[in-house]
């Protein structure tokens, strides 16, 4: 504070001068982090904790971590007058998740905390899951096209539950260069029976950084032997009804062929007595083959009577 003299009015003709200490255990002020994807650039900026003209200026310490790989950079920054600082990270990958802090060199220095991200990794899409009959499942998806910044492969995910939660391990995680990946039974014996799980696939970068899961497809795991028993079962069932079924329509098939064969026999006598029994005269016809106007024409034989004599020549 002001020693004296106290009042109102300017300063006397020789003012006292405090001089305050550089506090170097403050952080820095303003953290600001961007990052360049065309240049693949980390650009980090901070201005001093006190913006005074010092006579010894601090020595940044900035510590850089990736959050995914958790791995650790450290750089030192010289001193200097300006009153903004700023350093450069190069070739920055995409896919990556940064924090970044910056303090003072000294012991116990208190430090300020930002975070930047690069531009995200492309995604596989067109998820497609399915089961088969021998209990593997199938994960086919499309491939990612256009991304040439880094080698890279594609992880299928299975975890527990329905959903892929982050902090849950993971039951199995395949690897492949092309669709399909196939996931064996005996890879989920870790998922209770009946249990829920969600398969997913992302795209993972040589140097171990990931993209995120477009689409995921949950499921519930069935015991195979129990599938097998329920299919026994279903199949015992279904021939429980098809075998009366068929033998219903076997009786019934030979009862139709019995009647229309009766049918046929009825009409066939019929046709048979119409053609050899005249209804006007009542006389058999036994192989004759004249019709009936040649028969009004021929003479039927008269039978012979005893008043007339008989005449043989």
Not at 65 to 80: A, D, G, W, Y
């Amino acid at each position: 504070g002001i020693v004296g003299p106290i009042g109102p009015g300017p300063l006397g003709r020789n003012p006292l001068k405090l001089e305050t200490a550089y506090d170097l255990l403050q952080p820095p002020k303003e953290l600001n982090v961007t990052i360049n994807d065309a240049s693949q650039e980390m650009i980090i900026k901070w201005q001093r904790s006190c913006a005074l003209e010092a006579t010894r200026y601090p020595t940044y310490i900035i510590t850089v971590r990736e959050l995914t790989l958790n791995k650790t950079s450290v750089v030192t920054v010289q001193p200097s007058s300006n009153h903004t600082m700023m350093h450069v990270f190069r070739k920055i990958p995409k896919g990556a998740a940064y924090e970044v802090s910056v303090a003072t060199d000294v012991p116990n220095a208190q430090r300020i905390v930002g975070y930047a991200n690069s531009t995200k990794l492309p995604t596989p899409v067109k998820l497609q899951v399915w089961e088969e009959a021998n209990g593997t499942y199938v994960v086919y998806w499309r491939s990612v096209t256009g991304f040439q910044d880094d080698g890279y492969t594609y992880e299928a995910v299975v975890k527990e539950g329905l959903a892929l939660n982050s902090t849950a391990p993971p039951v199995v995680t395949l690897h492949s260069k092309e669709p399909p990946i196939l996931i064996n039974p005996d890879q989920l014996q870790a998922i209770s029976e009946n249990g829920f799980f969600t398969v997913g696939v992302r795209l993972k970068t040589d140097q171990g950084l990931y993209s995120d899961f477009a689409e995921v497809e949950s499921f519930t795991r069935h015991n195979l032997l129990s599938l097998h028993q329920a299919s026994t079962s279903s199949v015992a069932l279904a021939w429980m009804w098809i075998v009366p079924t068929i033998i219903i329509v076997a009786l019934v098939v030979v009862v139709l062929y019995m009647v229309q064969r009766h049918q046929r026999l009825r009409n066939s006598f019929s046709r048979f007595a119409n053609s050899h029994y005249d209804t006007r005269t009542g006389a058999t016809r036994i192989g004759c083959t004249l019709d009936d106007d040649e028969h009004e024409h021929q003479e039927v034989p008269r039978s012979f009577s005893d008043d007339e004599p008989l005449v043989i020549a």
